[in-house]
């Protein structure tokens, strides 16, 4: 009889939230809120490893909160899906605080710890990271919702940091939007609850068999609503790169790798386990390809880099829905793949774009010049993370296009094949996009009086101490991990797609235990 | 017919007001829209007057729904909190909207 690893799920939740008090209890002293950061997030990915690792073994660990069975309580579940997005999210916060940490007496300092009443990046990011392990864990859609407050909440006060005008204002936008989509969420679960009496997923998927077929395309599309907003999806994709580019890095890295791939979960979560008789595949299909179209559009016409990831962050959303669309175990498993490729590489690249800023004064390409002679070092790491988010072989953005425009084929309708060749523009623009970046920030020389070799004028420049260093260049060697370590990856991308279009396993976890603990 | 009057009247008064321009009746639309929200969820489960769902005091026949109640509950806290916040943002970014001009970052050519 193997141990039972299903006592460590809520572990996930307490040890961060446990670990934001601590925080907030200590503020003043940065010692040891970096000291009890740092170790809950190691703790967080360790335990996220062990519960891979069971997940993938012994079949999804399910918890029943306070023994409560799954028709009145709260279920937590962690199967290969939810397995495998926390540990890429305990991975990257992991990275971005200790980039933060690294970061030392530097600008982000002067804003939470020295002139802000309270020094709150810490506890916010620890609430952040126990939000978005809840949205992943959660058996339930009141659950789900819960998570994603905790989340926005969290992500309200990190985005707002040190309350300068300009981050309030980018602010304001980010918060009305978020709650809008929430509110619709809101009433979505009210009317699941009214039309079925349940809002246990797994209870859920079978209960909305039995109820007519309007009524379920009626809360799908309400759900899809909700977390179209949250995942930017090309309609309700302009708060995004409104509202990002004015946080810190390290904020802005945390934000671009989590906040829309939890929408993007809770799409596939729902698509696959709720609504597999009343998909909107033709509809999503569609709004995939204007996501990538108008995104990466919207990358090239940008001066600062800052935006342009931004707008490339929209784009890509777009590769993930296709691959939810799609629907087949083929497309749902590229689709998991490109996402854990694009949370590391999104992340890094703004992690490194704070590298470029500390070095170049500014992020705006009309101002940078001559950075790959400047500091050859951050010209590696940003090149690499670059040509892995255009998909240039054999990074792993490369293979998991590979993964989409396959299944896209097999699919074989016409506007599946539409979007394979609208997700290969895609790709080439993206090229494009980070090409002009790289020629204009690295290549060019004497920008704006700039004198090369070395340090540049005006601007106020920071040394590139290891400290941030190291973070960005781990991330760059997770991000190629995932290209040498993808075929085992891909295989468990696989396995978890097998489980989301089967649902078997998933229900019997939940349902056929009995609802003992 | 009450409840679905009500849930009407205050997304239309939410609606009204969020399409404002003032931070704060935005703030007011937003509060009234999640009114809106519990009062739906309250509707799925409490259709009829029903007594509180204690099992001491109500027959489990005569009983509401607890569950619906435990949500409401929940999303009003929720909202209280965020109304707080957004009140503060409105209070520190204030006439921004008509006094300054955007900074996204963009360059406006006049």
Known sequence: MSPDYAPLVPLMV??????????????????????????????????????????????????????????EGIVLVVDRLAALMIIVSSVVMLAVLSYSVGQGASSFDEESDGHSPLPVFHPALLVLAAGVTTTFISGDLFHLYVGFE??????????????????????????????????????????????????????????????????????????????????????????????????????????????????????????????????????????????MIVGILGAIAQDDIKRMLSFTLVSHIGFLIFGIAVGSTHGLASAIFYVIHHITVQTTLFLVLGLVERVGGSSDTTKLGDLARISPVVGVLFF?????????????????????????????????????????????????????????????????GITGGGPLRGGHHQALEAGVLVPTAAL?????????????????????????????????????????? | MILPITIGVLTAGAIYLMLQRGMVRIIFGLALLAHAANLLILSAGVTAWRGEPLPSRTGVEDAGDPLPQAFVLTAIVIALAVTVLMLAMAVIGHNDDTKRMPETGETHRR
């Open chain 1, 14 to 71: 307490v040890l961060p939230l446990i670990g934001a008090g601590l925080t907030l209890a200590a503020a003043g002293r940065t010692v040891v809120q970096r000291a009890v950061s740092l170790t809950v997030l190691v703790g967080m990915t360790g335990l996220a490893a062990v519960l891979l690792w069971a997940a993938d073994t012994q079949g999804p660990q399910v918890v029943f909160v306070g023994g409560w069975t799954a028709t």
């Open chain 1, 150 to 291: 905790m989340l926005l909440s969290a992500s309200f006060v990190l985005l707002t940091l040190g309350g300068t005008v300009e981050r309030v204002r980018a602010g304001t936008t980010y918060v009305l939007v978020s709650l809008l989509s929430s509110v619709i969420f809101l009433a979505a679960i009210g009317l699941v609850y009214a039309a079925t009496g349940t809002i246990n997923l797994a209870l859920l998927s079978e209960r909305l068999g039995e109820i007519p077929l309007g009524t379920v395309a009626l809360l799908n599309l309400m759900l899809l609503i909700g977390f179209a907003v949250k995942a930017a999806v090309f309609p309700m994709s302009g708060w995004l790169p409104e509202s990002y580019p004015t946080a810190p890095a390290p904020v802005t890295a945390v934000f671009a790798g989590l906040l829309t791939k939890v929408g993007v979960y809770a799409m596939i979560r729902t698509q696959t386990l709720l609504f597999p008789q009343a998909r909107f595949d033709d509809l999503l299909l569609v709004a995939a390809l204007l996501t």
């Open chain 1, 384 to 448: 690499v993370p670059a040509m892995n988010l255009a998909g240039i072989p054999p990074f792993s953005g490369f293979l998991g296009k590979v993964g989409l425009v396959q299944a896209g084929v097999a699919e074989g309708s016409w506007l599946a094949l539409l979007l394979v060749a609208g997700s290969v523009l895609t790709s080439l623009l993206t090229l494009y996009a980070v090409a002009k970046v790289w020629g204009r920030a690295f290549w060019s020389e004497n920008v704006a």
């Open chain 1, 476 to 517: 760059v060697v997770v991000g190629l991990a995932l290209t040498v370590l993808a075929g085992p990856l891909f295989d468990v991308a696989t396995r978890a797609a097998v489980d989301l279009t089967l649902r078997e396993p998933y229900l019997l976890a939940v349902l056929g235990s009995g609802g003992a603990p």
